[in-house]
């Protein structure tokens, strides 16, 4: 089992930046896939960054060149940097961490985006 704890969510400006942290204990393996998703109130659960264990990453259309994931392999702990944030950016973020275990979620944490 993998659980996971999230945090750095809140309340920003239009134009601001914020930094998520999300921090994965348990049984880690090597190889793994870290990520953020995102899901805004009415919609569904999207993609915003993934980072694998060798470093490779993926965007969601939305967020890229505005957002960075980067992960921190000895603290099992991936990080979102976004910057340039707008109000559709509101959502509750969720860390997921993927393994041949399956996938984990973490509890979400708050991102509001004011104009």
């Known amino acids: 089992q993998v659980q996971l704890v999230e945090s750095g969510g809140g309340l920003v400006q239009a134009g601001g930046s914020l930094r998520l942290s999300c921090a994965a204990s348990?049984?880690?393996?090597?190889?793994?896939?870290m990520g953020w998703y995102r899901q805004a109130p009415g919609k569904q659960r999207e993609l915003a960054a993934v980072?694998?264990?060798?470093?490779?990453?993926n965007y969601g259309a939305s967020v890229k060149g505005r957002f960075t994931i980067s992960r921190d392999n000895a603290k099992n702990t991936v990080f979102l940097q976004m910057s340039s944030l707008k109000p559709e950016d509101t959502a509750v973020y969720y860390c997921?961490?993927?393994?041949?275990?399956?996938?984990?979620w973490g509890q979400g944490t708050q991102v509001t985006v004011s104009s």
């Open positions: 997921k961490y993927h393994d041949t275990q399956g996938d984990f």
């Open positions: 348990g049984v880690i393996f090597r190889i793994n896939t």
């Open positions: 980072i694998f264990s060798g470093g490779s990453t």
